[in-house]
Every structure is written in structure tokens, then in C-alpha cells.
């Protein structure tokens, strides 16, 4: 072990040492995303969510720090979704014809305002098709909770009322494999969203 002077290690040189790795390894350069959820969950600690007043659209759970049922999830209703800051898409999709205009509610957004953690996000839709994906990665790619398209509510038949949308023309360069990840990704019809 190399060592800058003959002075004997103490315990509190270890401590130290301990620390200043701790805080290395966990610094926004080595692990942005651990740190972001830590923060965001850090943020939402008291915070709360009124229950829904309407039909509910959406169910989040596992790894929430607000939730607004007994079981701990949080239930949203359109108007809930509608209230969080917005943001929008215009992309192409293999799906629909020309471009089409999303609007929704940030992954991300979602993510702060219930200080979700965890690694991986669970989408699940209405016919209970499921697909698990990286959290970091579907925030880092704009990953959007869509309610209208081209200023509409979306039907069931239209693969309402909420669709995981990802800005697809954006994501130039993908392989075939990579492009088809980001089309399992996008879930229609979407009910239920699980942080892990």
C-alpha cells in the first residue's frame, strides 16, 4: 500500500478516506442518475397528491415517495396529468401516418413529482402487454406520457388514453436493434407505470 508519509494509518484517516470515496464514487460525475432519483425523492418527501376526482387514467407504483391511495400508489385522472407541467412532441411513428403532435406529461416530470427511484420503469397497458425498460436511458431520450394527439384526447381505439412517445426522428443513427427497443418502449393504451 502506498503511503505519502511514515505516519501510521488511524481510524481516522480511514474514515476520511472512506468519505472522500464515498462522496467520489456517488458525485454527479460517476453516477448522475443515482444522484438525480436520490434528489428528486429528497424533494418530494412531504409533499402530497390529491386523490383523483374522476375515472382514473393511470396508476403508479413500486418505488414512489408520494402516493395518494392506501395501497401507496399514486392514481392519476386526466385533469391531475393535465395540471403537471406539459411538453410536447412532433415526430413520425411506425404506427400512425406523417408526423404527428404528442402532448403529455415528462417522464421525468412524472419521476420528480412522485420521487420515484429505482433503475428500471415497468409500463403495462390496458390488454396487460407489459415491457420493462432502463429509467435513465427513456429520460435521457425525452421519454413523453402522451394525452392528446394533435391537440385531441385519445380514444382506446386511437391507443388512448396515454402513450409512452419517444421523439423517434430525433434518434438518428440507431441500429434495427436499437430502434426496435425504442418501439417496444412506447407502450398505447398505457394504465399502469411500476418504478424498480
Not at 5 to 25: E, S
Not at 37 to 44: G, I, M
Given at each position: 500500500?502506498?503511503?505519502?508519509?511514515?505516519?501510521?494509518?488511524?481510524?481516522?484517516?480511514?474514515?476520511?478516506?472512506?468519505?472522500?470515496?464515498?462522496?467520489?464514487?456517488?458525485?454527479?460525475?460517476?453516477?448522475?442518475?443515482?444522484v438525480a432519483f436520490t434528489n428528486a425523492a429528497r424533494a418530494a418527501e412531504g409533499s402530497t397528491l390529491a386523490a383523483p376526482a374522476n375515472k382514473v387514467v393511470l396508476d403508479v407504483n413500486g418505488s414512489?415517495?408520494?402516493?395518494?391511495?392506501?395501497?401507496?400508489?399514486?392514481?392519476?385522472?386526466?385533469?391531475?396529468?393535465?395540471?403537471?407541467?406539459?411538453?410536447?412532441?412532433?415526430?413520425?411513428?411506425?404506427?400512425?401516418?406523417?408526423?404527428?403532435?404528442?402532448?403529455?406529461?415528462?417522464?421525468?416530470?412524472?419521476?420528480?413529482?412522485?420521487?420515484?427511484?429505482?433503475?428500471?420503469?415497468?409500463?403495462?397497458?390496458?390488454?396487460?402487454?407489459?415491457?420493462?425498460?432502463?429509467?435513465?436511458?427513456?429520460?435521457?431520450?425525452?421519454?413523453?406520457?402522451?394525452?392528446?394527439?394533435?391537440?385531441?384526447?385519445?380514444?382506446?381505439?386511437?391507443?388512448?388514453?396515454?402513450?409512452?412517445?419517444?421523439?423517434?426522428?430525433?434518434?438518428?443513427?440507431?441500429t434495427e436493434v436499437e430502434r426496435h427497443e425504442m418501439q417496444s418502449r412506447m407502450v398505447w393504451q398505457l394504465k399502469q407505470i411500476t418504478f424498480n
Amino acid at each position: 500500500m502506498f503511503r505519502p508519509t511514515d505516519r501510521p494509518i488511524t481510524g481516522f484517516t480511514n474514515r476520511l478516506a472512506a468519505l472522500v470515496l464515498g462522496a467520489v464514487l456517488l458525485s454527479p460525475t460517476f453516477l448522475p442518475e443515482a444522484v438525480a432519483f436520490t434528489n428528486a425523492a429528497r424533494a418530494a418527501e412531504g409533499s402530497t397528491l390529491a386523490a383523483p376526482a374522476n375515472k382514473v387514467v393511470l396508476d403508479v407504483n413500486g418505488s414512489i415517495a408520494v402516493s395518494n391511495t392506501p395501497g401507496g400508489s399514486a392514481a392519476f385522472d386526466r385533469a391531475m396529468l393535465a395540471a403537471m407541467p406539459r411538453s410536447a412532441i412532433e415526430t413520425t411513428t411506425p404506427w400512425t401516418e406523417g408526423v404527428q403532435r404528442f402532448e403529455g406529461v415528462l417522464l421525468s416530470d412524472l419521476v420528480a413529482r412522485l420521487g420515484a427511484t429505482g433503475t428500471r420503469i415497468t409500463a403495462r397497458a390496458l390488454n396487460d402487454y407489459s415491457y420493462t425498460f432502463d429509467l435513465a436511458d427513456a429520460i435521457s431520450r425525452g421519454a413523453l406520457i402522451a394525452d392528446l394527439t394533435n391537440g385531441k384526447q385519445m380514444s382506446v381505439r386511437e391507443r388512448g388514453p396515454l402513450w409512452i412517445v419517444f421523439p423517434l426522428d430525433d434518434m438518428t443513427g440507431m441500429t434495427e436493434v436499437e430502434r426496435h427497443e425504442m418501439q417496444s418502449r412506447m407502450v398505447w393504451q398505457l394504465k399502469q407505470i411500476t418504478f424498480n
